[in-house]
T-cell receptor, first 112, second 111 residues
Framework: QKEVEQDPGPLSVPEGAIVSLNCTYS??????FMWYRQYSRKGPELLMY????GNKEDGRFTAQVDKSSKYISLFIRDSQPSDSATYLC????????????FGKGTMLLVSP | DAGITQSPRHKVTETGTPVTLRCHQT?????MYWYRQDPGHGLRLIHY???????DKGEVSDGYSVSRSKTEDFLLTLESATSSQTSVYFC??????????FGDGTRLSIL
């Protein structure tokens, strides 16, 4: 079993839809969770980071962590064509963030 | 952007030649990392540095070496490039307790 599982997609939605992106993990030591957005031929860009369980909201984006289920989610409200990208989840067991374990990414396509 | 410059941005070279990729940061962050990204594998850590002259191996370090003689520069060297090292290489930086920020990558093709 891989440490972090993420559906590769592509996930295709119409503009304005609510998008749910998810990762599951097996290592119960993970405490720090991140979501990165990666446009084609660019580096990953940090979107959200959270500690332990709970929700965090930033504009149209909400990150949710359920440690009991080893499941994290990123919700995008009112999705826009500019949200079309690959979304990577990442997680770490230590506060220094020195070693991250990444999911393989989910490609999202938002059509006008 | 997080003040990270990777050079070169693209490189094509031949099997057996040495290759050095450079990562330069202007943020004065302590930690620097080299990753490779391949279809089907995602991002994998090659080496990282936790200070000047302090480095450690990551998940896929075989065939790679690194050096960090200044806070701002982290070099990745392929001593004798092989076709399996064709990839997109990303540098990342972080400060203790903060998440990593990435550069825009170097596309390396080894023929």
């Amino acid at each position: 079993q891989k440490e972090v599982e993420q559906d590769p997609g592509p996930l295709s939605v119409p503009e304005g839809a609510i998008v749910s992106l998810n990762c599951t993990y097996s290592n119960s030591a993970f405490q720090y969770f991140m979501w990165y957005r990666q446009y084609s031929r660019k580096g990953p860009e940090l979107l959200m980071y959270t500690y332990s369980s709970g929700n965090k909201e930033d504009g149209r984006f909400t990150a949710q962590v359920d440690k009991s289920s080893k499941y994290i989610s990123l919700f995008i409200r009112d999705s826009q064509p500019s949200d079309s990208a690959t979304y990577l989840c990442a997680m770490s067991a230590n506060s220094g963030y020195s070693t991250l374990t990444f999911g393989k990414g989910t490609m999202l396509l938002v059509s006008p | 952007d997080a003040g990270i410059t990777q050079s070169p941005r693209h490189k094509v070279t031949e099997t057996g030649t040495p290759v050095t990729l450079r990562c330069h940061q202007t943020e004065n962050h302590r930690y620097m990392y080299w990753y490779r990204q391949d279809p089907g594998h995602g991002l994998r850590l090659i080496h990282y540095s936790y200070g000047v002259k302090d480095t450690d191996k990551g998940e896929v370090s075989d065939g790679y070496s690194v050096s960090r003689s200044k806070t701002e520069d982290f070099l990745l060297t392929l001593e004798s490039a092989t076709s399996s090292q064709t990839s997109v290489y990303f540098c990342a930086i972080s400060e203790y307790g903060q998440p990593q920020h990435f550069g825009d990558g170097t596309r390396l093709s080894i023929l």
